[in-house]
């Protein structure tokens, strides 16, 4: 039969039964009318941003705060914002486990969070496990409360729409659901169940580009990840950018704007600034890097050594290029990425 | 028949379950050299995704991120992470492929830890997208050495769902209906599951492998299919493509 003529519309009369499968904590309100409240008093002045990295993580990330970081990982991660944010010794952070790697692994370092919506958390992929991140989870040192990848993708998201939650049909039926925070609903048209996934607006997040103009306006190029997403979630946000364009190069293709300055409280330029990194068309991820961190977590005392010589002894990103080959390896990590080497 | 070994074997079996036109999200390693090989010889039209936003890449080597450069490498699109999760809710990817510490006899998936939650003996990395794909891709595959350890009931924590309880539990639970596991290839056999009570079942036995063997090395009473059949070995061409043209640093098949 054709359906041009049936009403859809649900019977109205269902008992909606709402049930908690999700017995972990809930770390940040998702409550969509306080969120406005946030973003109605957020500067809508396009205005010059640009600042430092000292100072953008001294001003906009406190203590305690919820933080997420944009990228994957172990691609286009906001190395400079992380690294800074170990030197300043930044205590109690909520942070979002986002397939988080390399970026979890610094933050770590500096034992800078105490609770984590844990997707993908320990782990650095094909790479092996980050000792000292299981040890902040066996330890209990970090609480975790359990999402996978997609829900708490889509907790960005309808943080992004304005919303305080949106509905998923994964993580039904699995400890997955039974250790995260989340509710399962019934469908209003159809009685179907979903899973009721909680807006995540943090408090601070950082995101690495390739370009952006002083005011904000964002350029990515390769895949965005949820960073479209977390760039409206979030209540600030810090950029750092490859390199500064003029404003009138963003004009040029404003398709490839994923991100307007209004969502933006601070611009820093930090070239290389992804870097242990993959960053797209530039540059491929120093994994003799990554894997010698890995490696030298497992000895305490030359871990310290090597914090020292990696962060607390840089006073910014290119002294910490400067400690592990500077141009020269990049130029070469260069030439990976555009396999002329491989 | 050349020699070959455990892992290329695998990667072969597996590639072999990929139907041409079709499409499949994978991740790095085997599942990754399953689906290039695929495309390389029976089905030249399956279309490759990462849950990272890559699509349709022309791989040029073996990705070590899901997300680095190379998952979309000459692709077709390069998006964002929900897009590829919405294109899986949506119905739209048909084939998946998960690794885990344990699994039990309904292809239940652990990736989240061993010992007690709050203190556990090993954390391990959790879902990631593993839960999702598992939840919303039509057919679950896996790749996987199998011993009594890894193959165990006294699974710790159901991170991704296979079965769950048995016949009607995903759809029970919320799960998307008609979709699950698939086929999970080991070191020794391929096993399946049974339509009626979606329990695993052994479907081929590798050459040489015996039914003790594969019995010593479950956890759980495993069922049999009617007809048990010999996993066919790699062919010569398989074996040439796999080693010069998929993985000729032998990142994987070295591991074997």
């Known amino acids: 039969m054709a359906n041009h003529k049936v009403d859809f519309h649900a019977s109205g009369d269902q008992e909606v039964k709402y049930k908690k499968i999700g017995k972990r904590r809930l770390f940040t309100n998702p409550d969509a009318d306080d969120a406005r409240e946030h973003f109605h008093a957020k500067s809508r002045r396009m205005v010059d941003k640009t600042t430092t990295v000292k100072e953008a993580v001294s001003k906009y990330i406190n203590d305690g705060d919820y933080f997420a970081a944009g990228g994957f ?19 109690n952070l909520g942070f979002a486990g986002h397939t988080s790697t390399h970026d979890m692994q610094i ?49 960005y998201k309808a943080a992004a729409m304005g919303l305080s939650f949106l509905p998923a049909r994964s993580i039904l039926g699995t400890d997955t659901a039974k250790y995260s925070a989340a509710v399962e609903i019934p469908c209003p048209y159809t009685g179907k169940r ?30 965005a990840i949820s960073d479209p997403d977390l760039a409206r979630a979030a209540k600030h946000l810090i950029i750092t950018t490859e390199k500064i ?97 491989m | 028949m050349s020699d070959y070994n455990g892992m290329e074997l695998m990667i072969c079996l597996a590639s072999r379950y990929l139907e041409d036109d079709a499409n499949v999200v ?10 290039m090989l695929a495309q390389r010889t029976s089905a030249p039209n399956l279309m490759i995704m990462f849950e990272a936003g890559g699509i349709g890449p022309q ?36 084939y998946t492929f998960l ?48 011993d009594k350890n890894r193959f165990t009931n006294n699974i710790n924590f159901i991170t991704s769902p296979g079965f769950l309880t048995g016949k009607g539990s995903r759809e029970e639970a919320g799960l998307p209906p008609n979709c699950g596991p698939y086929k999970i290839i080991t070191n020794l056999a391929v096993l399946g599951f049974d339509e009626e009570t979606c329990r695993m079942r052994v479907e081929l036995m ?51």
């Open chain 2, 206 to 256: 590798h050459p040489g492998v015996t039914r003790e063997q594969i019995i010593e090395n479950t956890g759980f009473e495993l069922l049999w299919a009617p007809e048990i059949l010999d996993s066919l070995p790699p062919s010569d061409e398989e074996l040439e493509i796999l080693r010069n043209d998929v993985d000729p640093r032998r990142y994987i098949i070295g591991r074997g």
């Open chain 2, 99 to 146: 690794g885990g510490a344990q699994i039990d006899m309904y292809g239940n998936i652990n990736s989240t830890h061993v010992g007690d939650y709050e203190k556990p003996k090993v954390r391990f990395p959790g879902s990631g997208g593993a839960n999702d794909l598992a939840s919303l891709c039509w057919r679950t595959m896996m790749i996987t050495p199998q």
């Open chain 1, 194 to 223: 979903y899973a009721a996934v909680p807006a995540l607006y943090p408090d601070v997040a950082a995101i690495h580009v390739h370009k952006s103009d002083i005011y904000g306006n964002c350029q990515i190029r390769g895949i």
């Open chain 1, 73 to 91: 990982g172990s691609n286009r991660i906001p190395s400079a914002v992380l690294h800074e944010m170990v030197r300043q010794k930044k205590k």
């Open chain 2, 59 to 94: 791989l040029p080597s073996m990705p070590i991120s899901v997300g680095d450069s190379r998952t979309y490498y000459k692709g077709l699109v390069s998006t964002s992470m929900p897009e590829i999760m919405e294109t899986c809710q949506r119905g739209m990817v048909d």
């Open chain 1, 107 to 155: 933050l770590v370092a500096g034992n800078c969070i105490d609770r984590c919506d844990a997707a993908y958390v320990v782990g650095l992929e094909a790479r092996g496990l980050s000792k000292n991140a299981r040890k902040a989870f066996e330890t209990g040192e970090i609480e975790p409360t359990e999402w996978s990848n997609a829900t708490l993708a889509w907790r």
């Open chain 2, 26 to 35: 994978v991740g790095t390693g085997a599942p990754c050299a399953a689906a």
């Open chain 1, 245 to 341: 364009v003029h404003n009138e190069e963003i004009r040029q293709s404003p398709h490839s704007t994923v991100i307007p300055y209004y969502l933006v409280d601070a611009v820093i330029e930090v070239p290389y600034g992804a870097y242990p990194s993959n960053m797209a068309y530039e540059y491929f991820t120093d994994e003799d890097h990554i894997m010698e961190w890995l490696k030298v977590e497992k000895d305490e005392e030359a871990f310290k050594e090597f914090l020292n010589k990696n962060i607390f002894g840089c006073k910014d990103h290119w002294d910490y290029l400067e400690a592990n080959g500077g141009l020269e390896r990049v130029n070469q990590l260069r030439r990976q990425e555009n396999l002329i080497d």
